[in-house]
């Protein structure tokens, strides 16, 4: 009853911007966090960072500075914004949602830990 929906991925020289969106779909009534993780060949996956519903962020010490998490309640979307691309930073990006309030059948419900399908991020020249 939920999916998550990532776009925006691609591939980019070092140096370079790209901007990954995420919209959740469903009967939704709330999402307390959202958030992006990505995982590079062989390595485990990694917060990039999170976005709670208060407004509050969470980034990884590796992409502070770099990359911005923002996300529009209404619209159950979250976006990152990726500037200053390194290398090291090619990996599958993944949206994540976490506590999320929904109607299925007028009944309510809360769901945690759903992921997108993920999007490929890839920095090199």
């Known amino acids: 009853q939920v999916q998550l929906v990532e776009s925006g991925g691609g591939l980019v020289p070092p140096g370079g911007s790209l901007r990954l969106s995420c919209a959740a779909s469903?009967?939704?009534?709330?999402?307390?966090?959202m958030g992006w993780y990505r995982q590079a060949p062989g390595k485990q996956r990694e917060l990039v960072a999170t976005?709670?519903?208060?407004?509050?962020?969470n980034y990884a010490d590796s992409v502070k500075g770099r990359f911005t998490i923002s996300r529009d309640n209404a619209k159950n979307t979250v976006a990152l914004q990726m500037n200053s691309l390194r290398p090291e930073d090619t990996a599958v990006y993944y949206c994540?949602?976490?506590?999320?309030?929904?109607?299925?059948?007028?009944?309510?419900?809360?769901?945690?830990?759903?992921w997108g399908q993920g999007t490929q991020v890839t920095v090199s020249s």
């Open positions: 994540s949602a976490d506590t999320v309030r929904y109607y299925s059948r007028s009944i309510l419900y809360t769901g945690y830990d759903y």
């Open positions: 469903g009967s939704i009534v709330s999402i307390n966090l």
């Open positions: 976005a709670a519903r208060d407004g509050s962020t």
